[in-house]
């Protein structure tokens, strides 16, 4: 692969959209964080930080074969180094960038029973509902993970807001 297919133009466009979309949700969960801490901003935390992890790793690309092949290597790494960091994790991305996103949308799915929703924001929430049953299936088609990313996005920002809502900020 060559060096202008490693680093095309509309991925690192992507890649940076991502970063400071997902920074700036953390940064308010942080403000938040001087005067609350509950459950809701608990699972938001894991949901911010899975989502961050995701923005740097999900591919465009992501054939079942590869995913397969990168899910045996990050195991052989984490059998044979006890560690997982940030280089591992972009060596094995196929499945990774899958992983941190699936583990945001499980929060996600904790968090919609702890907010109430209007018809709209439910409608988003439903989206990762749908991901999530989506996974007990076993397929060769793996699903668009930009989109997934967007789409859990779009739910933490609405819970943020309703943990910003109940502070009164």
């Not at 953390?26 to 899975?50: I, N």
């Not at 930009?146 to 920002?157: I, N, P």
């Amino acid at each position: 692969m060559s060096q202008e297919q490693k680093f095309a133009t509309g991925h690192l466009e992507d890649l940076v959209a991502r970063r400071a979309k997902i920074g700036t949700l953390l940064l308010e969960l942080w403000k938040v964080s001087t005067h609350h801490q509950s459950t809701l901003w608990h699972l938001l935390l894991g949901v911010g930080f899975s989502l961050w992890r995701a923005a740097f790793l999900i591919a465009r690309d992501r054939p079942r074969p590869t995913m397969d092949e990168d899910a045996k290597d990050f195991l052989g790494l984490l059998l044979r180094d006890n560690a997982i960091n940030y280089p591992q994790d972009r060596q094995t991305r196929a499945w990774t960038g899958g992983y941190y996103l699936n583990n945001a949308n499980l929060r996600l799915v904790i968090v919609k029973d702890l907010i109430p929703l209007s018809a709209n924001e439910s409608a988003v929430f439903d989206k990762i509902l749908r991901s999530v049953e989506n996974q007990k299936q076993i397929s060769d088609h793996t699903p668009d993970l930009q989109t997934g990313w967007e789409d859990a996005y779009a739910a933490a920002d609405i819970a943020l807001g309703k943990l910003r809502e109940t502070l009164g900020s």
